[in-house]
Structure formats: C-alpha cells, structure tokens
C-alpha cells in the first residue's frame, strides 16, 4: 500500500509536463467526464471500429509478407499438390503465408474473418441509425460520412478479395472488368487505363495492393475521425425515458465506466475474429488455384457484402438496349444502375425524410422504429429488396441446398424483388401503427410505482427499479402526470439526492 | 488371425464372383444377340429381374424409360452399381449416390452381362501410386470444378441436375465418369490416361484433406463464409453487446442521477 | 469508490477475477501452441482465450464497480450564434472586398489551377496503352489447331459423343482471350445455322467467354433422356445458360448474347483445325458493339 501513492504521482506528474507543455487539462477533464447513454445497440459501431482495428493489426502483419505482383514463378512452397505449378508471385506469397509461415494463416484467417464481421458490423449500426432516426439534423451530415466508410469498406474489402491471385480473385476481377469495360462512352478506355491493357494483363495486382493497404486504409482513418470526433462534438443521441430530454444527455461517464466497457467489447471483438480464424477455414485458396482464365469452379461467390451486386447480376433479366450503333449492356442496369440506386437512395435518405415530413428541427432524442411506422416501413422494404439480391448472389448455394433448380430458385427471388418490399411495407407499417397506437402489455407501456420523498422529491422504489430502467421508452406523458411539468424539466430541476442511495 | 480372417472373407466372394463371371461370359449366350439368357448365369438372371423394365430384355433400351446400354460398357456398369446409381426407383429421376444394392458376386456378374450387350469401354485401370497431384489439381481446375466445385462438394448444374459431390468417389469411380461420362456429365475423351490417373489422384487428395468438412462449411465457399460471420461471429457479438448494455440490477431510478460538473 | 456488497456485484468480481486469470492461461497456451508447432488450433484458441478473457474482465469490472449509468449532463447547442454569424460574415465580405478585387488574378489563377488538372491528365493516360481493336482479335486463324491444355490436338475420330473439352490455339496454350469450349455431339441434333457457323462431324466450338460478365462457361450439362432432352453451356459465375445445338444462343441467365462460334475444319492428319477467327469480339459486350 505504501508504494501506491508514488505511483499515482507519476501519472499525475507525467500528465502534468503535457499539460503543463500543450495545455488543454480542462478539456482533458471534461473529457473524461463527457457522459455517454447507454443502450446495447449504441455499441455496434464499436464492433465496426474495433473490427477494424483487427484488421490493421492482422492486415500490417500481412503486409511484411505478401508480394504484389503478378510476375510468374514456380511454387515451390510446402503444399505439395501445387509444387511445381506456375503461379503469379501474388499467389506464391499468400501460400507461404498460409501454409509456410508459422502462425501465419492463423492471421490470414482472421484478417478475412474480421473483414466480414467489419462489414457486417457497419451493417448493424447503420440498420439503428436508420430506423432510431438518428439520420435526422443535425446527424445528417455524420450519416453521409458514414456511408462514405461503408463504401470504402466494401472497396477494401474487394481489393482485399482480389489480391491473392486465385482462382475467386481472378474471377471477380474479370467480372469487375466486365462492368468497366460497359460504362457507355468510356468503358473500354476506362477499362485499359484500370487494368492496363486487355484482361487480364500483368498490372491490376501490383495496382490493388497500394490502393487496399494505403490508399483506402488512409481514407477509412481519416473520414473515421472525423465521424467519431462529430459524434463527440455532438453528443451521442439517446432514447427517450425518465429524465430523457432534447438538451441533456443521460448516461455513464466515458472514464471510467464507458471506457472499460468498450475496451472490454474491444477485446471480446478481437476474440471472436481470433476464435474464427482459429477454428473455421476461410477462402482455401490452395484449392482455388492460381488464377487461369479458362479454369471456373462452382458456387464461386463474392464475400457476402459484394452479395448485393452479384445477386443483381445473376437476377437481372437479359434485357439489352441498342441506341444507333451503340448498346447498353445489361451490366449497365445490373452491374451499375442497381449500385447506383442503391447507393444515391442511402446517401438521399436525410433529404427524402426532411421532404416527408417537414421536419427541419434537431432531434437528439431518437424514435423507437414504431414511432415512425412510415420511415420503418420504407426501411424493412429496402431491406427487403436488398436482401433478396444477396439470395440471388447465392442463388446456386440456395439450390444446392433445397435441391431445387437454381432456375426456379431465380425465378422466384426475380419476382420477389417486385412483390415482397411492398408486402414488407404494409406489414412492417401496420404493425408499428398497432404497436404504437394499441397500449398493451409491452415493458414501455407497464407503470412503475413512483414515491414522494419528503423535500417533495420522486424516488422509485427498489423494489420496482427494474421495472423503470426497462421502461425506457415510457410515454412522456406518464411522467407529465406526476411532475406536472413533464419529465424533461422534471428531471432536471430537481435533484433528489436523498434517492441516490446507491452510489455514495 | 483377425486380419487374416478378414482377408479370407474378402477374397472368396471375390474369387467366387471372379469364377461366376468368367463363367458367365463364357457360357451365356450373347447378350447382344438378344436371345434370353442362359437359366444359371447369374448376371441374365439379374438383368432380366431388376434392369429389363427400362432397359429391355436385350438391353437396348425401351422407349421412354431407359436408354440402350449399347455404348454403355463395362465402365458405366461397374459405376452404377457401385455407387448405389441403379436400380432406379422411377425413370424419371437423376440418378444419385445411394447405398449399394447388390453384392460384390452380383455386381461382376451384372457388369460382365452389361459389358458384353455393346461396345462401351471396360473398366479402366486408374493407378493413382504414380499420378502426378499437383497436375491433376491442374486438370481438375480446368475441367471438372466447374461443376464439381473446387472444394469437390458439388453444385447444382442448372435445369434442377446436379453435379454430385465427389466426398466418396474412388479413383476407379473418377476414371469410369470421366470416360463414359454418366448422367448430366459430359465424356472427357481428351483426357489421357496419365491424365485421369493425375485427376483422381487429385480426387483423393481433396478427401484426404476434408475440403467438405464442417469446419470448411461444406466447401460451400464465400456464400457459407459469409453465413458463418453472421450466425458465429456477429450474433455472438451483438449477444456480448446485450449483455455490456444491460443496466445494472437493483440499481436506483434514475432521476436519482448526480447533477454535479454538468457543463458539457 | 466502494462499490456496495450485493450479490451482483459479488459475482461480477468473481467473474472479473476468474476471467483475467483465464486470460493469462490463455496467453501461455498460446505461446506453446506457437512453440510446439500447433500453430493452427492451440495458438488461435489461447489467443482467443487471452482475448476474450481480458475481455470479459475488463466489462465484468466495470460492472463489480457499479458506477452510476445515469449521470445527466447537459447538451449544449450546436448552433451558431447571431453575433458569431455576422462576425463570419464580416470574414468573408472583407475577403471578397480585399482578394477578390482583382478580377483579372481571380480568373488567371482559377485558370492555371485548370490547366495543371489538365498537364496531369497526360501521366494518367500512362496507365493503359490506347485500345487498338485488341478485343476484336484472338489467338485464333485460318489453320490453327485446337489443342488442349498440354497441347495435345484433337482427332476428328476421337470416340463418343457428348464430349466435352477446353482448347487452345496450338503455340498459344492459355491465352485469355482464345479460351475455346468444344463439344461434340450427335451431328444430327446440330441446326443449320450452328453447321454454317463451323462444325464438323457433331463438334463445334464456341469461345468460353461468357458474353454476359467474362467468366468460362465451364459446365456442360446433358440430360438426353426423352421428352426434355436438354444440353446446355452453363456458366458457373451467374448462371447464364447457352444451347450448344444451336448457335450457343442464350436460353436462361442474364446473356443477351451467344457466344461466338469458332469455324471448325479437319487438316490432312485428321486433326481439328480452326478456318478462321472468330467473327465477333469474344467476351463481354462493350459500348461501341451495337
């Protein structure tokens, strides 16, 4: 015990000579005292940004190994089933990483797997910005940032894809070259300038890597920043509740409670990639092969995020236009209409809601997704819609494993992307209008017994306090009738120490 | 004793299949002929009871159920009955892997009957002691993954037919398929002998390698991979999310909340 | 802080404790796991161990701790204020007032910032050769051999039908863009457009481009019992599905194209030969094929 006090005087001094040098020991302070609300889904872009930490670290790893080049050489690595077979330096070098570096395809793995979860997880939390309306002002502009990551992630993870050279690389490439190359106007040039020449050249690869370790790596850290530091300078948005208002923010302190937390979610991130990596194969590329332009093998599929363009591809029906000589391809509509859409839709989203509704005014305080049953509705159609598509991109997976024809397979999904978003529409609104309007027995709607205190304080009892952190979404009217004045002022105005027993 | 036991076991049926064989190709009249088969030979007496239906009594084929065996041989025979393919329950079905229905006696004597309708080929030696692997990963690659997948696990081929997974397939098996290419499978007759003994060497060193195991999903690829992430990585982790979210238990309401140093 | 005995936070601290203690385990398996050469399972897993029991520690503390979850803070706005909004406008009017008044510089240096985008339009340019009608042309002509992936050409008398096989022009073993599936079938399935384009005895050869995204159309699929006697080219990438009977025109999938037919001949020593090259562009269909 007695070493304890020097110890804490280092830290203190050490944060002192900065302080002391830079300043910003106030800012330092309210830092570490900023509060952050909490809710389980409030997490999930921290699984995306501690994915990605993973990736850089397992990725960095990578790097002092693989070779960017598509120069021809002999394997002659461990792996006797290739040994012997020619294959570009690229590939050679993701095999010794697999198969001659100890440890090394444990990173390979996680690398891959953390990549899939990094995508999933920016799925997730763009899923609750959407249906909390936290894209409303004055988060528009974090939401645009933040459809930028996701076009970057899918960027990185394509080139990624691509670099090791095999046979799903290479396939993906060609196709990629497919959709350069029907870009109207430009797409052969485009396409010339992009790879080099005619497919497949010997360019692309030592093209790629720069691009997936550098140049889009550099652009995710920077836009991260930037989203991270608005989400800082704004505040974090919270749910409505006791307490709960547009001008305060009701939550834990980021040190030290926030901090561990996240730090542990950090590391739990990094464990499951870990586990998975150590446990489940991913993209064999020994069995692969290297790439060779007129080897193909089934159920060769994109990782699951590029599913969306895939599956647009292999739905679209074969309609071509010609126009005096010239024609649009149907990779035109497949290939780069649907991402488009796709994508202007999300990018627009703030724009088509402030149209919708009128609503130009901040919003901190989010809606349940019932509370906005026309902005949920839109979304679960979309979902939909794009769902559909990744099936498609599976669409022979699906047929193998239903063992049915991958052409009823498509038929079906080509009419579903017509049928099932307007369907998804009508029932996902009906219910959020139930929901809403109907008082049921739902745990937002359950009253919560409420005391006076004797300075003319309310205090729950502990008995009922489950009951009244659960109901986080309570009416604000509920507590209108016991304040009189509103939960929001209510909660703010007065303090009722005498209630804060727990923490002394 | 056990080993030697079981080996006994093994080879006297074999012999006595091998001697009912060599006996049935000399003795039965040819089958091509069309004339009914000897009483006693067994592979006739098989062929009569359980092919005939769709194939005709002589074997070449009845009109809207079974094709002629003319060109079928010994090959397709031997392959077959081996992986459990014939007898068909209807004629309307693809043919698939199932468990085998005759006895190793019964199966020579049936691809000995077959063999001798037409000109097919015979069943072709695949000596994989000497193949080249990494050769046949080549071939295969080129010919074979398009359909059979790189992983081996088999894929649907369009039009509700399936190239079946190759988890089971002996080299004799790959090289019969190969030849007289069987069901909705093309005939590779580019293919060299050194080639198809590289290929189901190849074959074999997939199996060996469990590419269809689960920890591979099946060799199903990206699509499986990508299934996997969400169901075993992201509903862990939102799971761990739910739990680092969760209030405390019998924590006091939060109106209770100190005020203390508000200012941002 | 004194977090308060309650059963909860009891067993958060047990969970903490037993959690950091597993951690450590699982940096020592770990590192035997690297040292005994098992790298594929024992590393992985006491890595994941090492991790996600630092993991749950580090949560299960904070909760031992019981700190408060609802502490209120204030949400200062985010707006700007009146007087900020004129200060910045005063900024910018003194800019246009003071830099702006030059027109001529204004324009002129907007100019030449437009013209150093255009000089390094030139370097971009660097990146691929101008296309020269490459797409247009193959490895293949009048004469030239289809052999296989060990150059081992084709006889016209090889056995059977429903073959299938992948060939090059001889002396140009996987060239990309000369990539030829050859089947050969029963000759009289074969319809008269498919024998003007090119075949021979039931073979015929149509380039394995697919014309929709590029991948090979590797699989031949062949189902000849009647009444749905079907044999199909099928690409494996997205499904697009060609009828080598007829002219490999498109019968299922995205495909709006055939595939281009390879015009067969047979040469003195009874091997197959091609007659010429193809006659249109191989592979996908680009802007300027209307």
């Not at chain 3, 429903?162 to 996987?174: S, W």
């Amino acid at each position: 015990m007695a070493g304890r006090a020097p110890r804490r005087g280092l830290v203190e001094r050490y944060v002192d000579s900065v302080t002391g040098r830079v300043g910003g020991g106030s800012w330092l302070t309210t830092s570490l005292r900023k509060v952050f609300p909490s809710h389980f889904s409030f997490l999930w872009g921290e699984l995306a940004l501690y994915s990605f930490v993973v990736l850089l670290l397992t990725g960095t790893y990578l790097t002092f190994f693989f070779e960017g080049s598509q120069e021809i050489v002999v394997y002659q690595g461990s792996y006797e089933p290739l040994q012997g077979q020619e294959v570009s330096a690229a590939f050679d070098s993701v095999m010794r990483i697999s198969h001659d570096v100890k440890g090394g395809l444990l990173i390979r793995q996680m690398h891959h797997w953390a990549a899939l979860v990094f995508m999933g997880a920016i799925a997730l939390h763009l899923g609750r910005i959407f249906f909390t309306g936290a894209v409303r002002r004055p988060r528009d502009i974090n939401w645009m940032i933040g459809l930028t990551l996701l076009v970057l992630g899918l960027a990185a993870g394509f080139t990624g894809y691509s670099l090791p050279d095999d046979l799903l690389s290479g396939t993906g490439l060609r196709i990629t070259y497919a959709i350069v190359l029907a870009i109207p106007f430009v797409g052969e040039r485009l396409a010339y300038l992009v790879f080099g020449g005619e497919w497949p050249g010997t360019d692309i690869i030592g093209r790629l890597y720069p691009v997936h370790i550098l140049l889009i790596p550099g652009l995710i850290i920077g836009l991260l920043s930037l989203h991270l530091g608005l989400v800082w300078r704004q505040k974090h948005t919270q749910f409505r509740g006791p307490g709960r208002t547009e001008d305060n923010v009701v939550g834990e302190r980021v040190w030290p409670s926030f901090a561990m937390k996240s730090t542990g979610l950090l590391f739990l991130t990094a464990g499951v990639i870990t586990a998975m990596g150590a446990i489940f194969e991913i993209n064999a590329i020994w069995l692969y092969g290297p790439y060779d332009a007129a080897a193909a093998t089934s159920l060769s599929q994109p990782d699951w995020y590029i599913g969306f363009l895939e599956g647009s591809l292999r739905l679209f029906p074969p309609w071509e236009t010609r126009v005096g000589g010239f024609v649009i391809n149907n990779i035109v509509y497949s290939g780069i209409l649907v991402p488009t859409l796709i994508f202007g839709g999300l990018y627009a989203v703030p724009t088509i809601e402030r149209r919708l509704t009128g609503d130009t005014a901040d919003h901190h305080l989010l809606d349940r997704p019932r509370d906005a049953p026309n902005r949920t509705a839109i979304g679960a159609a979309s979902i939909t819609a794009v769902s559909v598509l990744f099936l498609g991109g599976a669409q022979d997976v699906i047929a193998k494993t239903l063992e049915v024809s991958v052409g009823h397979v498509t038929s079906v999904l080509q009419v579903s992307f017509l049928v099932a978003p307007p369907i998804a529409f009508y029932a996902t609104r009906r219910t959020c209008v139930a929901l809403r309007d109907r008082p049921g027995p739902e745990r937002t709607e359950r009253r919560v017994p409420v005391e006076r205190t004797a300075d003319g304080g309310y205090r729950v009892p502990a008995s009922a306090a489950e009951d009244w952190m659960t109901a986080g979404g309570a009416a604000p009217g509920h507590f209108d009738a016991i304040t009189g004045e509103g939960a929001v002022r209510g909660a703010r105005s007065e303090p009722a120490e005498d209630a804060e027993a727990g923490a002394p | 004793m056990r080993g030697g036991g079981a080996r006994l076991l093994l080879i006297a049926p074999l012999a006595a299949a091998g001697i009912t064989a060599a006996v049935s190709l000399a003795s039965a009249a040819p089958p091509g002929g069309g004339a009914p088969a000897a009483s006693g030979d067994l592979g006739a007496e098989l062929f009569a009871l359980q092919c005939s239906s769709c194939h005709g009594l002589d074997g070449r084929g009845v009109e809207g159920l079974g094709p002629t065996l003319e060109p079928e041989g010994e090959a397709s025979a031997d392959f077959v009955l081996r992986t459990g393919r014939m007898p068909l329950a209807a004629p309307d079905l693809q043919a698939q892997r199932g468990p085998v229905r005759y006895s190793e006696e019964e199966i020579l004597a049936l691809v000995a009957y077959v063999g001798a309708i037409g000109d097919g080929p015979p069943i072709p030696v695949v000596d994989i002691a000497g193949a080249d692997v990494a050769t046949g990963g080549e071939l295969y690659r080129l010919n074979c993954a398009a359909c059979h997948v790189a992983s081996g696990a088999g894929a649907p081929i369009g039009g509700g037919r399936v190239a079946p997974s190759l988890e089971q397939s002996t080299a004799t098996q790959v090289g019969e398929a190969i030849l007289i290419g069987p069901g909705s499978m093309p005939v590779f007759g580019a293919l060299t002998e050194a080639d198809i003994a590289d290929i189901a060497a190849y074959v074999g060193e997939l199996q060996d390698q469990n590419t269809t195991g689960p920890t591979r999903f099946g060799g199903a690829g990206p699509a499986a991979e990508g299934l996997a992430a969400w169901l075993l990585a992201l509903l862990p982790l939102v799971a761990l999310t739910r739990w680092i979210g969760r209030p405390k238990e019998g924590r006091d309401h939060p109106l209770a909340a100190e005020q203390a140093g508000e200012a941002r | 802080m004194t977090p308060v005995d309650r059963p909860a936070n009891r067993r958060a601290y047990r969970a903490s404790a037993a959690s950091f203690a597993l951690a450590a385990a699982g940096g020592l398996i770990a590192a035997y796991g690297y040292w005994s050469s098992r790298t594929s399972h024992l590393l992985g897993i006491g890595l994941a161990v090492a991790l996600c029991g630092i993991g749950f520690g580090l949560v299960s503390w904070a909760k031992f701790l019981d700190l408060d979850e609802f502490v209120v803070q204030r949400r200062a706005p985010l707006r700007t204020t009146d007087d900020e909004r004129a200060g910045l406008r005063e900024e910018l009017t003194m800019t246009a007032a003071t830099v702006g008044r030059r027109k001529l510089l204004v324009a002129l240096f907007a100019g030449s910032l437009g013209s150093l985008v255009i000089g390094f339009v030139g370097p971009i340019g660097s990146l691929g050769p101008r296309p020269r009608g490459e797409l247009g042309r193959t490895g293949w002509g009048p004469g030239r051999r289809l052999v296989t992936s060990d150059g081992t050409p084709i006889a016209l008398e090889s056995a059977g039908f429903d073959q299938l096989a992948t060939v090059f022009p001889e002396g140009e073993i996987g060239r990309d863009d000369s990539q030829v599936v050859l089947v050969r079938v029963p000759p009289e399935l074969l319809t008269d457009r498919t024998v003007a384009g090119g075949a021979v005895d039931g073979w015929v050869a149509y380039s394995k481009i697919c014309t929709h995204a590029g991948c090979s159309v590797g699989l031949f699929g062949i189902d000849n019992r009647a009444p749905d006697v079907v044999r199909q080219l099928v690409c494996p990438c997205h499904q697009s599905a060609f009828d080598p009977v007829d002219a490999a025109k498109p019968v299922g999938g995205p495909a709006t194209r055939s595939l281009p037919q390879l015009p067969l001949a047979v040469d003195d020593a009874g091997f197959l030969v091609a007659t010429s090259d193809f006659e249109r562009p191989v592979g996908p269909i680009s802007w300027d094929e209307g």
